[in-house]
């Protein structure tokens, strides 16, 4: 089953071209991985799966089992983009409750549980302005899965973290993989990353995305 379809998708910006004619898909239950220089258009991608943005032309089709009513935002999906907005005067736990208050499908248990999975202790009084950057990054990572979404994307989210903390994400990202079924799409500046985790590599290069075979 086809999650998201790309059909003939092209982007640029100010008459510079990032990608055109792009025909990619991504099946439910895989891995896919994609790299490509700075600059590239890996989170402009990623933005424009999630309905953020729009192509130039082509267009993004979703299986109904994801899609939603009057909303280009796929359901049941987590992401990282960019940098999230959290509460700087709030502690990891509060910023996640707040979070969680919106759709009120978790528990404060839910919650505890994926800060344990991430490596984050839910008790810890420091405000999340006073976090590392790899706190930071884990926090990210704990707001992308908490609520169980099948749909993972996630734009470099080994950033910041330490060797044991990239070793501690690589191994729960395979295990939302494989014995929970997620399908997750990530980026990474490390290709170490990409070749562990991924079934599927895109590579995005010349304004072209497509297989890597390594």
């Known amino acids: 089953m086809k999650v998201i379809q790309m059909e003939n998708v092209s982007k640029g910006f100010n008459k510079s071209i990032l990608f055109k004619n792009v025909n990619i898909s991504f099946d439910k239950g895989k891995i896919y991985g994609v790299f490509g220089p700075n600059g590239s258009g890996k989170s402009v991608l990623f933005k424009i799966i999630c309905g953020f943005i729009q192509p130039d032309r082509g267009k993004v089709n979703i299986h109904s089992d994801f899609k939603q009513p009057k909303d280009n935002f796929p359901k049941s999906c987590g992401i990282i983009i960019d940098h999230p907005a959290y509460i700087a005067n709030k502690t ?10 919106i759709q009120d499908k978790i528990s404060d ?8 999975k991430v490596g984050l202790d839910w008790k810890l009084k420091q405000k999340v302005k006073h976090y590392s950057i790899g706190m930071k990054q884990k926090l990210s990572i704990a707001q992308a899965i908490m609520e169980n979404q ?14 044991k903390s990239v070793a501690n994400m690589r191994q729960l990202f395979t295990d939302l993989n494989k014995t929970e079924g997620k399908t997750i799409i990530f980026t990474s500046h490390n290709q170490e990353d990409i070749l562990m985790l991924a079934d599927t590599i895109y590579e995005i290069d010349n304004q072209q995305i497509s297989i890597y075979h390594n």
């Open 150 to 163: 099948q749909l993972l994307i996630l734009d470099e989210p080994f950033n910041g973290l330490d060797k």
């Open 92 to 101: 990891g736990f509060e910023n996640l409750k707040r979070l969680a208050i």
């Open 109 to 116: 248990d839910d919650i505890i549980e994926t800060m344990n």
